[in-house]
Nanobody, 122 residues
Framework: QLQASGGGLVQAGGSLRLSCADS????????VGWFRQAPGKEREFVAA????????RYADSVKGRFTISRDNAKNTVYLQMNSLKPEDTAVYYC?????????????????WGQGTQVTVSS
């Protein structure tokens, strides 16, 4: 079971760090992605990291502001979000898949966390 945490309310320009922990299996064997969904919008890809942490991908909208990382010893993946903007407001979900990074599509991930709300005020 994946559990996302670390969301909250922050002013524009601020920072948050999200965490994705796995209580049910060894997350270190899986690629992990972060997705977000704003009200009335489809779930969209934010960032992903392969099992070793060597390969990362980012959506263009977050490149240079967000950093995905992982600590396999702690069974946790992080999403450091800096220079937050109001348009980053959404529920953020982490998800895991057993193979490579795929094509950044939600349907490619088979395990999902419950989501954590991020709200950025202007």
């Amino acid at each position: 079971q994946l559990q996302a945490s670390g969301g909250g309310l922050v002013q524009a320009g601020g920072s948050l760090r999200l965490s994705c922990a796995d209580s049910g299996r060894t997350l270190g064997s899986y690629a992990v992605g972060w997705f977000r969904q704003a009200p009335g919008k489809e779930r969209e890809f934010v960032a992903a990291i392969n099992w070793s942490g060597v390969i990362t991908r980012y959506a263009d909208s977050v490149k240079g502001r967000f950093t995905i990382s992982r600590d396999n010893a702690k069974n946790t993946v992080y999403l450091q979000m800096n220079s937050l903007k109001p348009e980053d407001t959404a529920v953020y979900y982490c998800a895991a898949r057993p193979y490579g990074l795929g094509n950044n599509m939600p349907y490619e991930y088979d395990k999902w966390g419950q989501g954590t709300q991020v709200t950025v005020s202007s």
